[in-house]
């Protein structure tokens, strides 16, 4: 039992232990004690040395005098000799002092100057800096690891909302491209291996406070290993993941990661909307935007008819299927051999479907029937082709309906340029997913239930939604009633009183006026109702979802959370202060409303 216990203490001493001090101690040693010995010895030379006072009388330095002569003189600054003008064997004295001294300084200063300049002592300074800060944090905050293009994303809209984030990325450069701190909130980062356990450790995945770990890094194989560790070292914190591989997503999924992000195959569904439900789509692409970004006044439309879709890839692949689920009529054009082999081996009914080419060129195009096509997708993986098609496709059929995909943030204004109907970018298509996961899960389960509408209903609700938002990017949050969410909707609730959605879209500053807001989706016990009625009756641990303008979110906290709102939107006198009157209005008004049961 020794033996087992004796490594573990030393481990934890050893982890006392400050690395930058450590490593100061450790490279500073041999300067510091050649400083005070020649400092010593100096000291000692002007003691026993005597001099002459004033008088003429023979005196001895005291150790402060010693200690403060050798002081400005290893530093060359001269004040003159003190307290009494120094005799030959002292000035003698002094004249080795100074040489001993400067050149130990000089030895000790390179030595300060070779430890700063030290890559493994600016790491350990780095992350000793970066433990401080993140250690500082004491509210709730979200650890997201890769400061890429969807990594930035993630990280400005949840410091829009004023979540706390901590980010671990290993390319410096990155932290250039994208300023973090032009950010709402300040957010420590570290620039490490992401997937190392120890880095994740640094930035605090075990503390209670973490509420989750997002991956976002360009390697699947690094989000795999986040997914791990994370799953291990704080297994209740929620985690999501990006994966652009079906084999790393499926790896992902067998230890539960609460979420896997594949931008093909979510963009796959979104285009199914499009083709499903145009007015749907739209509503997608308000709720799920960018809070700076521009909302479509006008959904999509698609002429029915055949279309083409350039690559075969991982893009290419789920698109496919989703053509085949609508059963709309879709020529592939893939260039090289082996994939095409394999399509026509796993789709031997649709193996017609399928033509070899490249799709940049005139020629294969016209094979592929581009005179008569609605649309085409421009779906491969370089950017440079997939402008190259849409522009030879624009030439051959100017009414064509493109879809491009767009890999490199920085080719943005090409693909502005080539004016695509729609385009498809995977680190926006992640970016955001994994708002709506962290920032407003319930959005999730209303886009699920909508998929199933039809396009009568979508129509109602894009109407609902412009009446509230008008041009304007519309807000979503989330209310959850229970006594530290809402406290003064829960006190109303326990006095006996029937609190309705009607209640809580009433203005609080007016309540003859209703905020600007919708309610999307009600959920209590598992239950959910899409687009509830304003007569909702509310209890205890009932979720709704909201989406509006973001000052109809401000006004509303005030109802939520005072109780003089409340009343007065709901015209009831305020509730006395007391704990005795509390008691008997309770029970005098247990169940009875003082306005009327339509209001």
Not at 335 to 361: A, K, L, W, Y
Request: include cysteine; hydrophobic fraction near 40%; aromatic fraction near 8%.
């Amino acid at each position: 039992m020794m033996n087992n216990e004796e490594p573990e203490k030393q481990e934890t001493s050893e982890e006392a232990i400050n690395p930058v001090i450590s490593m100061i101690m450790s490279r500073m040693r041999v300067p510091l004690i050649i400083l005070i010995v020649i400092y010593a010895i100096s000291m000692m030379g002007l003691i026993l040395i005597p001099g002459i006072d004033d008088q003429g009388n023979p005196w001895h330095m005291s150790i402060f005098h010693a200690f403060y002569y050798v002081s400005f003189t290893a530093t060359t600054i001269g004040f003159g000799e003190i307290p009494y003008a120094l005799n030959d064997a002292q000035r003698l004295w002094v004249i080795c002092t100074i040489y001993m001294t400067v050149i130990s300084w000089l030895y000790a200063i390179g030595n300060i100057l070779g430890l700063v300049q030290d890559p493994v002592f600016k790491k350990a300074r780095n992350e000793n800096k970066f433990k401080n800060q993140a250690s500082k944090i004491h509210e709730p905050f979200y650890l997201v690891c890769g400061l890429g293009e969807t990594g930035y994303e993630v990280v400005k809209a949840l410091t829009n909302e004023h979540y706390r984030v901590v980010v671990i990325e290993e390319d410096q450069e990155s932290l250039l491209e994208n300023n973090i701190y032009d950010l709402q909130e300040f957010v420590p980062c570290l620039i490490a291996d992401a997937s190392a356990p120890k880095n994740l450790e640094l930035a605090g995945i075990s503390r209670s406070n973490c509420n989750g770990v997002i991956g976002a890094t360009a390697s699947d194989e690094t989000n795999l290993k986040i997914a791990i560790s994370s799953k291990l070292l704080h297994p209740e914190g929620k985690v999501v993941c990006r994966s652009d591989l079906l084999s790393y997503e499926e790896n992902m999924r067998s230890f539960n990661t609460d979420y896997v992000v594949n931008p093909y195959n979510t963009f796959a569904d979104i285009f199914s909307m499009l083709l499903h439900t145009p007015s749907l789509h739209l509503i997608f692409d308000w709720l799920t935007g960018a809070p700076d970004s521009q909302i479509t006044d006008e959904p999509l439309q698609l002429d029915y008819g055949r279309w083409i879709l350039c690559s075969y890839g991982r893009f290419g692949k789920a698109l496919y299927q989703k053509f085949l689920e609508h059963d709309v009529e879709v020529t592939v054009l893939e260039s090289n051999e082996e994939v095409h082999e394999g399509f026509v081996r796993s789709n031997i009914d649709q193996s017609q479907d399928i033509v070899i080419g490249t799709g940049i060129d005139e020629k294969s195009l016209k094979k592929a029937g581009i005179d008569t096509a609605v649309g085409i997708i421009a779906g491969g993986d370089d950017d440079s082709n997939n402008l190259s098609t849409i522009m030879t496709a624009r030439q051959l059929n100017p009414d064509i309906f493109v879809v491009a995909r767009q890999n490199l943030r920085g080719n943005s204004e090409l693909f502005n340029k080539v004016k695509a109907d729609l385009v498809m970018q995977p680190r926006e298509i992640t970016a955001r997913m994994i708002r709506v996961l962290f920032l407003n899960p319930m959005l999730c389960d209303f886009l699920k239930i909508a998929n199933k509408q039809d396009d009568v209903w979508s129509n109602v609700v894009v109407s609902r939604l412009s009446a509230v938002i008008g041009e304007s990017k519309p807000h979503i949050w989330t209310i959850v009633i229970g006594p530290k969410e809402t406290p003064a909707v829960f006190k109303a609730i326990a006095f006996g009183r029937t609190i309705t959605l009607d209640s809580l879209t009433m203005d609080p500053l007016s309540s003859t006026s209703k905020l600007e807001c919708v309610a999307l989706l009600f959920a209590r016990n598992g239950d959910y109702q899409i687009m509830p009625d304003d007569e909702t009756e509310l209890k205890d641990g009932d979720r709704i979802l909201f989406s509006g303008m973001r000052e109809a979110m401000n006004s509303m906290n005030w109802t939520l959370n005072v109780m003089a709102s409340l009343n007065y939107v709901m015209n009831y006198e305020n509730e006395p202060e007391s704990y005795l009157l509390k008691a008997l209005m309770r029970k005098r008004f247990k169940g009875h409303e003082r306005r009327g049961a339509n209001r």
